[in-house]
């Protein structure tokens, strides 16, 4: 079976297409359909004279989505969208879909929304969904090219990761669980039995607020290492990210096109990432706001917010590391440098804003069951959290990354409800 992605080196040979009718023009004699079937659109050009009638007359009654088999012969032309065709012979009309309900005109987010399940059909989502593949298989790729083993973390917790205003409760039998915040706890103990892994799945945060940048669901990969320190953690998630930027721009030249978004954008971030402190992002934003540069409520100890994330993507115009945060804003388990600063890193990505969230994790048992008291964590449900630190405890440090924000930093998609197939968010669990 051919798929259209593969027809550019099967010129002059006989095919089969199955798919779906993107949309048809021509009338008379001659008509142009374009047909998808996931792995791209091609034009299939069917001549009343080369065809029987009933193929002729099945072409005629194709409507918007109607599922399709189209027998015909590759013509590589450079003139043809996608630079190739297929001369019609044959054409079946499997079901002919009636009144679908997007049609090219406009039509308003709510209602796109509700319509997820046909939306996912559009030119600009298949694009996205296939650059989504790419990222995390480039995730994936790069870090099993290194040593690292996928270990998996668990969905159902009996505890928080990142702080508990934003957990998600559930029944669990005669107890209670909480929907994962993130898998790095477990991570961190598979990191101790196999050194260098990561996690993959859907984690959950009760998110209340309404922007583009937060899901309540939403995908993250998380690898953990051992005797890693926080420079060594910048490196794994710089290479890997250059990596995916080098995938996408080898294999998702079409989906780029497709969401209008220019390649020399990500060859121009395929680059070292600048590093700066905390204390020194504070420095610039405070300066940038004096000059009245932008508004925002930013003031020094205080975490960052989207507009100063945009700042600063915007000022170096790459993605950048920010590290050293004041311990205040960060999590329980981060190490800190002994001045109040806590060993951890975001990366903040032109216009996306921060999509890697790492640090360092303490490792002495004693600090850390401080800490969990400080932050009025139940002891008793982070005791095997302690063990990793009572039973050869080691320096070790890892990530989180968001797939849906890099995606919608890559695609240049705005919003990263448009970047995951069936978004939850605060107002959202359906389709
Ligand atoms: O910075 P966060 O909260 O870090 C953690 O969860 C760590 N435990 C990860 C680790 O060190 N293993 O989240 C990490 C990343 C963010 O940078 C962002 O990309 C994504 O997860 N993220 C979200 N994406 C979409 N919607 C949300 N509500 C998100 N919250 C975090
Ligand atoms: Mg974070």
């Known amino acids: 079976m051919v798929r259209v992605s593969e027809l550019q080196s099967h010129d002059g040979e006989a095919v089969t297409l199955r798919g779906w009718l993107y949309k048809a023009r ?16 091609c034009q299939c050009v069917v001549s009343k004279d080369s065809v029987s009638e009933a193929s002729f007359a099945a072409a005629k009654a194709l409507t918007q989505e109607s599922s399709l088999v189209v027998e015909g012969t590759v013509k590589v032309d450079e003139r043809a969208p996608g630079g190739v065709e297929v001369v019609a012979a044959k054409v079946d009309m499997l079901q002919k879909a009636e009144g679908y309900p997007i049609t090219p005109k406009e039509h308003g987010i709510g209602f796109l929304m509700d319509h997820r399940h046909l939306w996912l059909r559009s030119k600009r989502q298949m694009a996205i969904l296939r650059i989504r593949h790419r990222v995390l298989k480039s995730f994936r790729d790069y870090l099993d090219g290194d040593g690292f083993f996928c270990v998996d973390s668990p969905i159902f917790t009996p505890n928080a990761c990142e702080g508990t205003s934003t957990l998600f409760e559930t029944k669990y039998f005669d107890q209670t669980a909480y929907l994962t915040q993130s898998g790095q706890l477990y991570a961190e103990a598979s990191a101790m039995a196999l050194g260098k892994v990561y996690c993959f799945g859907p984690t959950f945060r009760a998110e209340k607020s309404k922007t583009r940048r937060h899901l309540t669901e939403f995908w993250m990969l998380e690898p953990e290492i051992a005797f890693a320190n926080l420079e060594d953690v910048c490196d794994v998630a710089e290479k890997m990210l250059r990596y995916t930027l080098q995938q996408v721009l080898e294999h998702n030249r079409q989906d780029l096109a497709d969401l209008e978004r220019e390649p020399s954008l990500l060859e121009k971030w395929d680059c070292s990432f600048p590093r700066l402190q905390y204390e020194e992002a504070a420095d ?5 706001k004096e000059q009245g540069l932008y508004e925002s409520e930013f003031q020094r100890g205080d975490d960052l917010g989207a507009p100063d994330e945009t700042m600063l993507g915007q000022h170096f115009g790459c993605p950048v590391m920010v590290t050293h945060w004041p311990a205040a804003v960060k999590a329980f388990y981060m190490k800190q440098d002994g001045e109040g600063h806590a060993l951890g890193v975001d990366i903040i990505a032109p216009t996306a804003g921060e999509i890697v969230g790492g640090a360092v994790r303490e490792e002495d048992a004693e600090v850390l069951l401080q800490r969990i008291r400080e932050h009025n964590l139940p002891e008793d449900a982070f005791q095997w959290y302690l063990d990793l630190r009572r039973y050869g405890s080691v320096p070790h440090g890892g990530f989180g990354i968001g797939l849906e924000r890099t995606v919608s930093w890559i695609t240049g998609v705005e919003h990263v409800r448009e970047c995951i197939p069936f978004p939850r968010t605060l107002g959202r669990l359906s389709p």
Not at 26 to 41: N, P, Q, V
Request: net charge positive; no cysteine; hydrophobic share 50%.
């Open 26 to 41: 021509g009338k008379g004699k001659l008509l142009f359909l374009l047909l998808r079937d996931g792995s791209g659109i």
């Open 284 to 288: 610039l934003l405070l300066q940038w």
